[in-house]
C-alpha cells in the first residue's frame, strides 16, 4: 500500500478527516480531507495526519502551505508535494519561489504559475449539493430577505493588495448611511480593538477601557454557527476575498453565498470571469462609490434578482464548476499519486 503523510500543522489524529468532529467541519470545511482519504483507500492508498503515516514511514508528504519544518529542506527518498493555498497578503512565505525548490511537485491556485510540469492547477475546492432540490431547499423568496450582510474575521493585515481595509469601509458606509436592519455584519473578533500596531492592539488587551476610545460597529451580530442558513436571509452579501489581483484567488466566500441562494457582491480575482461567469455575482469594481452599489442594490427588481439566482444554479450543476468541486481536488491528488507508481 502507498503511504502518504497529510502535513498541516496543528492537526493530527487525523482529525483533519472527521466530519463529525463539529469545530474541524464547520461549514464542510473538512468534508474536500475526507473524501481525498476515502477515495485513495479504494486505491489502494493510505493517506493519514503526520503522528499516523510518519514522515521517515511514509512514500510521500503532502505539505499545506509553506511551514516551518526543517526536514523539508533535507535530502530524502521520499517524495515531497506543496499545496499553496494562502496568499502572499497572509502568508508570504508561500510565494518564495526559492523554498519551493524543496518540493517535487506544488499544486495551486495560482494561474501565473501554473506550468503542468512542476506547477499543477488546484482550488479552493467545496462540499456541493447533489440535486437542485437540496440546493433549493430552505430558500426563502425575495420578500422575505434583509437586504446587505458580510461575514468575515476582523483582521488587519499591511499590504499593498489587501482587502481587509475596504470591507471596514463597506460596514462604515453602511452604518453611517442605512438604517433599520438594511445591512447587518457577523464574523469573528469586532467586538474587540484589532489594529495594524500590535503594541496598541496589546495595550487595549490590557487597560479594556481603551476600547471606549475606539469605533464600536453598532450593525454587528455576533458569530455565526451555519453560513448557509445565514446568507440564506439576505439578498446580498459583501464578498471581498481577502486579497485583490492575484489571478485565480476565488475562496470559499462566493461559494458560499452560492450555496445559501444569496447574491454576492465579489471583489478579489481579476480574472474571476475566466471561471465564473459574470452574471453570477456583482462586480464590486464596476462602482465607482458605495452610493451607487446602494442604489444599485435597492433598485434591483425580483426579476432581475430571479434571473442571477438562476444563473447560479445553472453555474453550480454545470462542468463550469467542476474545478471547484471536492471530487476534483480528490481525484487530482490520487491520479498524480497513481501516475507516479
Not at 454557527?225 to 484567488?249: H, R, V, W
Request: charged share 30%; net charge neutral.
Amino acid at each position: 500500500m502507498i503511504k502518504v503523510c497529510y502535513y498541516l500543522e496543528g492537526y493530527y489524529n487525523n482529525i483533519i478527516f472527521d466530519l463529525s468532529d463539529k469545530g474541524i467541519n464547520r461549514d464542510d470545511y473538512a468534508y474536500s480531507h475526507y473524501l481525498l482519504k476515502l477515495n485513495a483507500e479504494e486505491k489502494g492508498v493510505s493517506i493519514a495526519t503526520l503522528d499516523i503515516n510518519s514522515r521517515e514511514n511514509s512514500d510521500y508528504i503532502i505539505y499545506h502551505d509553506v511551514c516551518d519544518d526543517e526536514l523539508v529542506s533535507e535530502p530524502s527518498k521520499v517524495k515531497k508535494w506543496l499545496i499553496l493555498f494562502e496568499s502572499s497578503v497572509i502568508s508570504p512565505n508561500n510565494w518564495n519561489r526559492e523554498s519551493h525548490r524543496f518540493f517535487d511537485k506544488v499544486f495551486t491556485w495560482n494561474d501565473d504559475l501554473v506550468d503542468n510540469k512542476k506547477y499543477f492547477k488546484i482550488n479552493f475546492s467545496h462540499k456541493f449539493p447533489k440535486k437542485k432540490e437540496e440546493y433549493r431547499a430552505g430558500s426563502r423568496g425575495f420578500n422575505n430577505k434583509k437586504l446587505c450582510t458580510l461575514i468575515s474575521g476582523n483582521k488587519r493585515v499591511s499590504h499593498e493588495l489587501e482587502l481587509y481595509s475596504e470591507r471596514v469601509k463597506t460596514i462604515r458606509w453602511f452604518e453611517k448611511n442605512t438604517s433599520g436592519g438594511v445591512f447587518e455584519f457577523y464574523g469573528v473578533g469586532w467586538d474587540d480593538v484589532i489594529t495594524r500596531n500590535r503594541y496598541v492592539n496589546f495595550l487595549v488587551k490590557k487597560m479594556k477601557i481603551l476600547k471606549l476610545f475606539f469605533y464600536k460597529y453598532k450593525t454587528y451580530k455576533g458569530v455565526v454557527d451555519n453560513k448557509k442558513i445565514t446568507l440564506s436571509g439576505y439578498k446580498f452579501a459583501i464578498c471581498y476575498e481577502n486579497a485583490q489581483m492575484i489571478p485565480g484567488y476565488i475562496t470559499e466566500k462566493i461559494f458560499d453565498c452560492f450555496f445559501a441562494g444569496c447574491v454576492p457582491v465579489y471583489w478579489g480575482a481579476p480574472n474571476v470571469t475566466d471561471h465564473i461567469p459574470e452574471g453570477c455575482f456583482i462586480d464590486r469594481r464596476k462602482f465607482n462609490s458605495h452610493e451607487e452599489l446602494y442604489l444599485y442594490l435597492t433598485e434591483m427588481t425580483e426579476d432581475q434578482y430571479l434571473d442571477i439566482q438562476k444563473n447560479i444554479e445553472c453555474y453550480i450543476f454545470s462542468e463550469k464548476a467542476d474545478p471547484y468541486r471536492a471530487e476534483v481536488f480528490s481525484n487530482t491528488l490520487i491520479g498524480h499519486i497513481l501516475d507516479e507508481k
